[in-house]
């Protein structure tokens, strides 16, 4: 089992340009998360989906936005990157959302210059 | 004020030490976890607990409903334990169940 995985694991992009980061989980898992983490803050939730089918926003959503493919794969999108979009992303999933363990994928280190 | 806060920020020990990481928060909770980044940036689950306490190893996690707080310690305390170590909350309040993060404990064990 590879767990979660993500891709890629460094990106550098220019102000305006878009990319996808794509996330898969091999684990049956129902709910997926996309996170980001910055220097001197808490993990944030920015998109998140209960069950296959639906996607739902986080606490920072804003210009991201993100697709549930499958029960594996759950894919967070930049249209118009942004430098306050520098940051380390994470996916996760679990078997519910909420109480239970989450897994977490490697991480995507982003870069908007 | 953040929901989740955690003490110290940064904390420095000897090998062989005994170490507490405290979590306190202010929100109803449904489970509490504790995990663990590497320094790599890899994230693992320690413990899921909302009740009393979990041990694994060298790690210990407690939690204290009443007094919303929680506590990991690390007994015999070795390098490879050096990484940042996150609480987390499950608020089915404001959040819908997702995770509210604290800020992570820093820790750094020299041999």
């Known amino acids: 089992n590879a767990g979660v995985t993500q891709t890629p694991k460094f990106q550098v992009l220019k102000t305006g340009q878009s990319m996808t980061l794509q996330c898969a989980q091999d684990?049956?898992?129902?709910?997926m998360y996309w996170y980001r983490q910055d220097p001197g803050m808490g993990l944030r939730l920015i998109y998140y989906?209960?069950?296959?089918?639906?996607?739902d926003k986080g606490e920072v959503p804003n210009g991201y936005n993100v697709s549930r493919l499958n029960k594996r794969e759950f894919s967070l999108r930049l249209e118009s990157a942004a430098p306050s979009q520098t940051s380390v992303y994470f996916c996760?999933?679990?078997?519910?959302?909420?109480?239970?363990?989450?897994?977490f994928g490697p991480g995507t280190r982003l870069t908007v210059l | 004020k953040n929901e989740v806060e955690q003490s110290p920020q940064n904390l420095t020990a000897q090998e062989g030490e005994f170490i507490t990481i405290n979590c306190s928060y202010s929100?109803?909770?449904?489970?509490l976890h504790w995990l663990q980044q590497h320094p790599g940036g890899g994230i693992v689950s320690l413990f899921m607990?909302?009740?009393g306490k979990k041990k694994h190893g060298r790690l210990i996690a407690t939690i204290n409903i009443q007094e919303k707080h929680s506590s990991l310690h690390i007994t015999a305390s070795h390098p490879r334990d050096s990484a940042v170590y996150i609480c987390?909350?499950?608020?089915?309040?404001?959040?819908?169940?997702?995770?509210?993060f604290g800020k992570g404990t820093k820790l750094s064990v020299k041999p």
């Open positions: 607990l909302s009740s």
């Open positions: 989906s209960a069950s296959e089918g639906t996607t």
């Open positions: 996760a999933s679990s078997t519910r959302q909420g109480t239970d363990t989450q897994y």
């Open positions: 987390a909350v499950s608020d089915y309040g404001g959040s819908q169940g997702n995770l509210i």
């Open positions: 684990m049956n898992h129902n709910s």
């Open positions: 929100v109803g909770i449904s489970a």
